[in-house]
């Protein structure tokens, strides 16, 4: 049997790995707060019946029954269903086919300009790692779901994350990137994201 005394580990790591610890209690604490403060959000049956819709529509293709909406206050400004398998899209979430289905109808700079107090996600079910990644790159701060996820799933996903970032490394090549930022002509790095 390997055992790894925690002596071991270099100090660097362990203090990285505390770090991360914090963040993500902080994160998640955060998280929670909006998911309670979104948790009372007002869902009406025909929102409801909307995401029932969703959710079936992607059944005939195999994809796992999960819809979505986005509300701009009390208007419905965008929809979407699982379709990873139906479109061989690896992104391809009920959560963030809302989201393109919003940008695709009204551009993203309308998009951008809404304010976001009043964009509230709706998700059958407690969103992954993915759609809460697509979310901030949105600005989409505000979510309700019907149903969540297993402690045992969320635990397991929070640990891949902990994993990838105790073991995160570049390759080295990061003139390319630079190079690449540099050859866009209205794009600062320094402040904006991708
Ligand atoms: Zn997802």
């Known amino acids: 049997m390997v055992c790894v005394r925690i002596t071991d580990l270099h100090p660097v790591r362990l203090f990285r790995a505390a770090l991360l610890l914090l963040l993500i209690i902080a994160g998640w604490l955060l998280v929670r707060r909006a998911y309670v403060l979104r948790g009372d959000a007002e869902i009406s049956d025909a929102q409801l019946e909307l995401l029932r819709q969703e959710g079936l529509a992607a059944i005939p293709s195999g994809d796992v029954p999960i819809g979505a909406i986005l509300l701009y206050g009390d208007h419905v400004i965008g929809r979407g269903h699982n379709t990873q398998v139906a479109t061989g899209d690896a992104a391809g979430h009920a959560e963030v086919n809302a989201v393109s289905d919003a940008l695709r109808a009204m551009g993203r700079d309308a998009f951008n300009a809404l304010n976001r107090d009043s964009l ?66 209205a794009y600062d790095a320094r402040t904006a994201d991708h």
Do not use: W, Y
Not at 122 to 139: K, L, N, Q
Not at 144 to 153: D, E, H, I, T
């Open 120 to 185: 509230l996600l709706v998700s059958t079910f407690e969103p992954c790692a993915m759609c809460r990644g697509m979310m901030e790159e949105h600005r989409i701060e505000c979510m309700a779901f019907l149903k969540p996820k297993s402690l045992r799933n969320r635990m397991k996903s929070d640990a891949r994350l902990l994993q990838m970032e105790l073991t995160r490394r570049t390759t080295g090549h990061e003139r390319l990137q630079d190079s690449l930022f540099r050859a866009h002509p």
